[in-house]
C-alpha cells in the first residue's frame, strides 16, 4: 500500500491550495481517505474524510466552507482543496487510508504547505 503526496505549496494569504494523494496497492474505493494537518508545534487536526467509491464527504466543523475533498477514480487519486488561506494555515498535510470510522492503517508522506506573503 502507498499513498504518495504532491509536493511542497507556498501560498499567498487569501489564495487557495490543492493537495494531491495518489493510492496504489489496495482496491481504491474499498477505504475511506482522511486528511490530517499537523501545524509547526501543534498536535494532528483531523479536516475530514472521503469515500473514494461514491465521493460522499465529511468535514470536521472548523473547515466546513473553506475545504473541499474531490476522488479520480481513474487514477486512484483524492484531492483535497483549501481556500481562504491565512498563514494559521501553514502546516504539513497528511492523506491516510482508514479502514474504518476511528482508524487509519497508511500515510502518505506529508505535504508541506506554506502560507506567507
Known amino acids: 500500500v502507498q499513498l504518495v503526496q504532491s509536493g511542497a505549496e507556498l501560498r499567498n494569504p487569501g489564495a487557495s491550495v490543492k493537495v494531491s494523494c495518489k493510492a496504489s496497492?489496495?482496491?481504491?474505493?474499498?477505504?475511506?481517505i482522511d486528511w490530517v494537518r499537523q501545524a509547526p508545534g501543534q498536535g494532528l487536526e483531523w479536516m475530514g474524510r472521503?469515500?473514494?467509491?461514491?465521493?460522499?464527504?465529511k468535514y470536521a466543523q472548523k473547515f466546513q466552507g473553506r475545504v473541499t475533498f474531490t476522488q479520480d477514480t481513474s487514477t486512484n487519486t483524492v484531492y483535497a482543496e483549501l481556500s481562504s488561506l491565512r498563514s494559521e494555515d501553514t502546516a504539513v498535510y497528511y492523506c491516510?487510508?482508514?479502514?474504518?470510522?476511528?482508524?487509519?492503517?497508511?500515510w502518505g508522506q506529508g505535504t508541506q504547505v506554506t502560507v506567507s506573503s
Open positions: 491516510a487510508r482508514s479502514p474504518g470510522p476511528t482508524r487509519v492503517d497508511y
Open positions: 496497492g489496495y482496491t481504491f474505493t474499498e477505504y475511506y
Open positions: 472521503i469515500d473514494p467509491e461514491d465521493g460522499h464527504t
